[in-house]
């Protein structure tokens, strides 16, 4: 994704995660307008000069997409210049507090980058501009949209307007190791297996004990990843409307517990703190985990080849979560129409290539997510990558949480410490609750 990958930061991933892009349009020699807000959209002309300045979270992957999109926007606007600033975060959490702070400095962009962990606090503070006029008169961008799934540009679409184009994205899957199971006896489970077809091969690959023990599963910790389990017991840790907290709702206790199980109870999963899913993986000390495409370069990478995917299992609801990140015009601009090519070349389809060749995130249109650049051979249903959006929910995201999500994962480190998980979640909940009443 141009963005943080939903690990907790490698930019790992993420959703992750998505990035943050500040374009601050400060015009060389004039701005390109404003055409197509609300009238008849004319396009800048080539020699028009700019600078566009790009402050972004992200890794040396990141500022590779983004070169290669920069000079292919410069191909047709040489005389435009974008200066890329990474910077790192080390959470979407730490991100959109750095973004809250950059606004209330008075640092306005000119094009904001999102992900759907910032989209809700975007809307609430009216940062975007609709881009429908610039969609309903480009035939590019029409064709571009036909090409990705309506549940991720739905996602970026408020009270039926659409405010930011997908760029990229990530939905969780299964991952498992496929000589592990030969060896177990165990068949890959249909693609509508249960969470009791899961918990009985997480046991039986189970073995050893100490330092030697390999587990069934081992459970990635960031916030995202766990987002599956609470969609798929009919569990959310916010009210349908994003208004209120629920993080003690009856759905949450139970799936939480479940979690908690499968490391004190059932011991088929190690504990979270102190051991990483995506170290263990590929080293064989956990036989599944979970992720998403932004794992197939290090699990590459580490020399793995012998592993495929599943859809998340079904509890209440076969349900997993995706995360994306989109790309729009902040509502002030005095550089719009430029910004509006910009975000073209940035979801477009020549950058849906470069993110199926670069694989560090799944490509938003299905043109790119089902080329051989991104299925490649390993793993075999990689196409699960792309299809788990039938069955995935975007991540609940709102405008509080910067304070629900390091609630919830205090409430996740105390249940697995071996708290109650009712009593954890209830502190976390009323912690959230007072700082959205402090507002």
């Not at 990474?86 to 992900?115: E, R």
């Amino acid at each position: 994704m141009n963005s943080l990958q939903r690990t907790p930061l490698r930019a790992a991933a993420v959703l992750g995660m998505a990035t943050v892009i500040l374009l601050a349009g400060c015009a060389g020699g004039g701005g390109s307008g404003s055409t197509g807000v609300d009238g008849d959209y004319v396009a800048p002309e080539s020699d028009i000069e700019a600078t566009l300045t790009v402050a972004t979270a992200g890794g040396t992957e990141d500022a590779a997409l983004y070169d290669a999109a920069t000079a292919r926007f410069n191909e047709r606007f040489p005389n435009v210049t974008v200066e890329n600033n990474f910077t790192n975060s080390a959470s979407w959490t730490d991100y959109i507090n750095k973004l809250l702070s950059q606004i209330a400095a008075g640092d306005s962009p000119d094009v904001i980058t999102m992900a759907t962990e910032g989209i809700e606090f975007g809307f609430s503070k009216d940062l975007f501009l609709p881009l429908d006029n610039y969609i309903d008169q480009d035939q590019e961008a029409q064709d571009l949209l036909a090409d990705i799934a309506d549940p991720l540009v739905e996602s970026f679409q408020k009270d039926g307007e659409t405010y930011l184009l997908p760029n990229n994205w990530n939905a969780m899957v299964m991952f498992y190791n496929t000589r592990m199971f030969e060896e177990a006896g165990i068949e890959r489970p249909s693609d509508n297996w249960t969470i009791d077809e899961f918990l009985e091969i997480a046991q039986k690959l189970t073995t050893g004990s100490g330092d030697d023990k390999v587990f069934g599963f081992g459970i990635p910790s960031f916030s995202w990843a766990l987002q599956p389990w609470l969609y798929s017991h009919g569990a959310s840790w916010a009210s349908d409307d994003l208004t209120e907290p629920t993080l003690d709702s009856p759905e949450m206790v139970e799936a939480m517990q479940f979690l908690q199980d499968l490391v004190l109870e059932y011991e088929v999963s190690p504990q979270i703190a102190g051991s990483d899913p995506y170290q263990l993986f590929p080293a064989e000390k956990v036989a599944m985990t979970a992720g998403g495409s932004f794992m197939m370069v290090p699990l590459q990478d580490a020399g793995m080849d012998d592993y495929d995917l599943l859809p998340w299992p079904k509890d209440v609801s076969q349900t997993s979560v995706f995360g994306t990140s989109g790309v729009s015009i902040y509502k002030d601009s005095q550089n719009k129409d430029l910004a509006w090519e910009y975000l073209k070349e940035l979801a477009g389809q020549e950058s849906q290539m470069d993110y199926a060749v670069a694989r560090t995130n799944t490509p938003t249109t299905r043109t790119a997510a089902m080329s051989p650049e991104f299925l490649g051979t390993i793993p075999q249903h990689a196409s699960l990558f792309y299809d788990t959006i039938e069955m995935a929910k975007s991540i609940d995201a709102p405008t509080f949480y910067p304070t629900l999500e390091p609630a919830f994962q205090r409430a996740l480190e105390e249940i697995m410490g071996g708290a109650d998980p009712y009593t954890a979640l209830h502190k976390a909940n009323e912690e959230v609750k007072a700082s959205i009443s402090n507002d």
